[in-house]
């Protein structure tokens, strides 16, 4: 069995400027500022200008995260980007951001897990590092859903953002970095989430863009149901494969879907919520980006220290889940 360990060596996260308030989506859609809040917990979240791409956010990220692991892009050798809102649907978004950083080692390619991407990305980059084909692995969730919102649709409008975050990955001293993992997908659910148009199946046409086709359309009630059930039972299964339990836990960084989930499943894991990373208030779900947007938060402010037991865990559109568990090393 191979003994490496893995782990994250350095963090970035970028979020664009403009903030849109629940108050201005109350001038778009019939909802009020006080349904979101206490049915999602989200204040307010961040839209890309008109010149910035998923690329733009994911590179500015990226950038942060080589700075913060004392880099330089020529050393990376994947790029691995998670995203549902591609620059285009080719080439990847991830070989933009490799010519944007000149990475000019590294191999580059795209994930689609929707939400759960960056934890897909996450675990699969690290697979490269502990076959030691690869040293540094750049991980990257990055999200635009904003363009592919219709923010007169109050079954969605009100809970996506933009933004990116980013991890290199490489090798950790032994007993450190990520420990047990779990990963899942249920296609039986890929109804339940998606943006209908725009690839092969119904091609852009004039009526499937009146339609509205190239939106995201949910059934958000079962997609809610799916979350809760799921959140708890990954985390558990990537504590069992770590050989720990869910009291081991010092911080859960859960997917910033909706506080009602987030706060269901800590109950599941018995967890209080001062031990739950939220920041869904001030970005709400930014699908790929949320996990590492969070991570670096928590990384950056001081609440996640060296030798803290961190959970990731996170369910998306596929419908798909991931978690990790890491022990911190920075
Ligand atoms: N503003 C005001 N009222 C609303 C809104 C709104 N935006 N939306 C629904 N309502 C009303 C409904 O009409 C209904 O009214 P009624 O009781 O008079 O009939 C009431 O609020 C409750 O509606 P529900 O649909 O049951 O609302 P719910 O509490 O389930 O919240 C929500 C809806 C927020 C969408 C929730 O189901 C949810 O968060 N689901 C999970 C979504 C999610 O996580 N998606 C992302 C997955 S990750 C990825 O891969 C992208």
Aim: hydrophobic residues 45%; glycine residues 10%.
């Amino acid at each position: 069995m191979n003994k490496k360990c893995v782990g994250i060596i350095g963090l970035g996260s970028y979020v664009p400027q403009r903030i849109m308030t629940n108050k201005e989506l109350e001038q778009r859609m019939d909802t009020s500022d006080q349904w979101i809040v206490e049915r999602t917990g989200i204040h307010e979240r961040r839209v890309a200008a008109e010149n910035e791409s998923t690329s733009d956010l994911a590179t500015k990220a990226a950038q942060k995260a080589l700075e913060d692991a004392k880099l330089s892009a020529a050393e990376i050798d994947l790029i691995i980007v998670a995203t549902a809102s591609p620059d285009m649907v080719f080439p990847a978004t991830a070989c933009v951001v490799q010519e944007n950083i000149k990475a000019v080692n590294a191999a580059a390619f795209d994930i689609s897990a929707v939400c759960s991407g960056f934890l897909y990305a996450l675990i699969t980059g690290s697979q490269f590092i502990k076959a030691g084909m690869y040293r540094k692995v750049l991980v990257i969730g990055a999200e635009t859903l904003s363009r592919f919102t219709d923010w007169s649709d109050r079954n969605t409008g009100m809970l996506f953002g933009d933004g990116a975050g980013a991890a290199v990955l490489g090798e950790t001293p032994e007993g450190y970095g990520i420990l047990g993992v779990d990963l899942g997908a249920d296609g039986g659910g890929a109804e339940l989430l998606k943006i209908p148009a725009g690839g092969s199946r119904h091609p852009a046409t004039n009526e499937t863009i009146l339609q509205k086709q190239h939106f995201i359309h949910m059934n958000g009630n079962e997609v809610f149901k799916f979350a809760v059930k799921v959140m708890g039972e990954t985390t558990l299964k990537a504590l069992k494969n770590a050989n720990l339990t869910a009291s081991d836990i010092t911080y859960l960084v859960p997917h910033q879907a909706n506080i009602r989930i987030i706060q269901s499943a800590a109950k599941r894991l018995g967890m209080p919520m001062e031990k739950v990373v939220v920041n869904i208030n001030k970005y709400g779900n930014t699908s790929a980006a949320s996990i590492p947007i969070a991570l670096d938060e928590a990384v950056k402010s001081g609440t996640i220290k060296s030798g803290d037991i961190v959970a990731l865990a996170g369910f998306g559109g596929g419908l798909t889940w991931a978690s990790s568990i890491m022990k911190w090393c920075k």
